[in-house]
């Protein structure tokens, strides 16, 4: 029986590999998204201490005004800075979706080649079989065709 070959073998192949560098650039936006995602959490956590920490200031018996305006001002900076890093993050999540896209296309590209490969290989099978069944067929005829001159 000779071997399958599938003509059109290379353009899966570079589905697949297409596929597999879109996924290894939709983990690395992934990540980067989830550093931007924790800086972002981290300047939200420090605005809460300082926000904690004027409390602090302002329920001590002796007041002092310097360090409550450094907080404030501290606190007026994590402001700015989560309203950046705010910015930062959507820019990533819109990376990341993009990346998404390409890769369900990709992954979609790919998966109707290996249909289209399978049912190649069905068709082929169907060939075998049916020249299988015509080998047999013209085997039978010739053996029939000995015993009958055989006999007559």
């Known amino acids: 029986m000779p071997k399958f070959v599938y003509r059109m073998?290379?353009?899966?192949?570079?589905?697949?590999?297409a596929e597999s560098q879109i996924k290894m650039e939709f983990a690395t936006a992934q990540a980067e998204l989830n550093r931007q995602i924790d800086i972002l959490e981290e300047y939200i956590r420090r605005k809460e201490n300082y926000l904690k920490e004027a409390e602090e200031l302002r329920n001590t018996e002796t007041l002092n005004l310097q360090d409550i305006l450094d907080n404030q001002y501290a606190t007026a900076q994590?402001?700015?800075?989560?309203?950046s890093q705010s910015k930062v993050v959507a820019q990533h999540e819109e990376i990341v979706e993009k990346v998404r896209v390409r890769l369900t296309r990709a992954m979609q590209e790919r998966k109707m080649q290996e249909t289209l490969r399978e049912h190649a290989y069905a068709d082929w099978i169907?060939?075998?079989?049916?020249?299988?069944?015509?080998i047999?067929?013209?085997?039978?005829?010739?053996?029939?065709?000995l015993r009958q001159r055989g006999e007559g």
């Open 9 to 17: 073998q290379s353009v899966l192949n570079i589905k697949q590999k």
């Open 126 to 134: 169907e060939e075998q079989k049916q020249e299988e069944f015509k």
């Open 136 to 145: 047999n067929d013209q085997r039978t005829s010739y053996t029939y065709t």
């Open 78 to 83: 994590m402001d700015v800075m989560i309203a």
